[in-house]
C-alpha cells in the first residue's frame, strides 16, 4: 500500500478524512491520532513540532507519499518547518500539506461584508497563521480571531450536545460578534469544530455563515492530485481505510464513529516507545 496519511492530535481529522473518502474513495488511506498526547491546542511550539514530526516520520515509514496535518494546530505550528527542515532528510519525493492554507485561499469568497470570524484553539490563534495566510490572497477582509479553549475538551469528553456546553460555547460566540458586529462569514478553524455546528447557528444571527474545512481541504486535495502526477500515480487504489490512535483503541473506535459517521476498528501505536529505541 501506499496511502494518503491522514494525522491529527485526536478525533477531529476523522471530519477531515469523511470529506476526502467521499469525495475521493479510490484511494487508500491511513490515519493517526495522537490522542494520548492530546489536544495540542493549548501546547508550545516546540512541543507540537516534536509531536508532530514523529507522526510524520511513521507515516513516511508506512510508505505515504502524501500526508494531509489535518489540524489546524499542527499545521500553524510545525508544517513549514517540517516541510523546509526536515522532508527532504526524511523522504524527498514525499510531500506534507496542511489545512490553513487551502481554507485561506477561498474563505474571503464567503464574505460580503468583507469581514470574517475565526473560532480557533489556542494554539492556531497565538500562531496568527490565519491572519498571514488570509491577507495573502484577500488582502481588503478585515479578520477577527477568538481562541475557544474549553470546546476539543467538551467535545472529546461527549459533553458538547449537553446544556451546559451552551455557556462556553455562547461566550465566545458573543466575544467575537461584539469585537466585530460586521462580521458575516465564521470559520470554524478546528476539525473538532463542525461536531458544533448545530449549536453555534442556533446561537448566531441568521445572516452569519459558518464554514467548515472538510469540504475545502477534500477540494484542495483532488486539485492538488489532479496537479501533481507525480504524486498521485504512487497511490494505490483499494478503497482501505486503516486507523491508529497513541492511546486506547477501545475508546477511540468508540468515539470515531462521532467524527467518521461510521464504526472503526483501530490499532494501537506505542510512539514513545517506538522513537526511544
Partial sequence: MSPIGVFDS??????????????LPQYDYLYLGDNAR??????????VYRYTLECVEWLLSQQCPLIILACNTAS??????????NLKRLNGSARVLGVIRPTAEVIGNFSKTKHIGILATTGTVKSESYLLEIEK????????????????PLIENGEHTDDGADYFIS??????????????????????YPLLKDKISSLLPEHVAIVSQADIV??????????????????????????????????????SSIFFGESVSSRHLDLQRLFMK
Fill in 137 to 152: 490572497f484577500f488582502p481588503g477582509v478585515a479578520v477577527m480571531q477568538e481562541a475557544c479553549p474549553m470546546w476539543v
Fill in 218 to 255: 477534500a477540494e484542495s486535495t483532488s486539485d492538488y492530485l489532479q496537479r501533481h502526477a507525480e504524486i498521485e500515480t504512487t497511490l494505490s487504489r483499494l478503497g482501505k481505510r486503516i486507523f491508529y490512535t497513541t492511546d486506547s483503541t477501545k475508546d477511540f473506535d468508540e468515539h
Fill in 171 to 192: 461566550k465566545h460566540l458573543n466575544n467575537i460578534i461584539d469585537k466585530q458586529p460586521q462580521i458575516d462569514t465564521i470559520l470554524l478553524a478546528c476539525t473538532h
Fill in 10 to 23: 485526536g478525533y477531529g481529522g476523522l471530519t477531515v478524512l469523511r470529506a476526502l473518502v467521499d469525495r
Fill in 38 to 47: 492530546a489536544p495540542y491546542g493549548t501546547r508550545s511550539f516546540e512541543a
Fill in 76 to 85: 500553524a505550528k510545525a508544517l513549514r518547518t517540517i516541510q523546509q527542515k
